[in-house]
């Protein structure tokens, strides 16, 4: 079974970036879709951007576009989200998803202004 591991979340005043990762193991990466969704204890779940198998399509929230890129890896089974002049309002708790259904357990980023 599959298990996804983000990481590279942290602290960072605005304006800064932050590079995120998220590793999986343990099952199928390389034909899946991976998205990568945020929550803060305020709000659902939110759709951040995605990217298809091939690494040839990417998708993003109008709130991150021109500011967030997510990229793949699938030789090391790993998806990467950029994050650049990052807002305090970017503050959450950032998910990666293979798919529809397989959730990694988050990485904290918060960002100071």
């Known amino acids: 079974q599959v298990q996804l591991v983000e990481s590279g979340g942290g602290l960072v005043q605005a304006g800064g970036s932050l590079r995120l990762s998220c590793a999986a193991s343990g099952g199928t990466f390389r034909h899946y879709a991976m998205g990568w969704f945020r929550q803060t204890p305020a709000t659902e779940r939110e759709f951040v951007g995605a990217?298809?198998?091939?690494?040839?399509?990417?998708y993003y929230a109008d709130s991150v576009k021109g500011r967030f890129t997510i990229s793949r890896d699938n030789a090391k089974n790993s998806v990467y989200l950029q994050m650049n002049a990052l807002k305090p309002e970017d503050t959450a708790l950032y998910y990666c998803?293979?798919?529809?259904?397989?959730w990694g357990q988050g990485t904290q980023v918060t960002v100071s202004s």
């Open positions: 998803v293979r798919g529809i259904s397989t």
């Open positions: 990217i298809s198998w091939t690494g040839g399509t990417t």
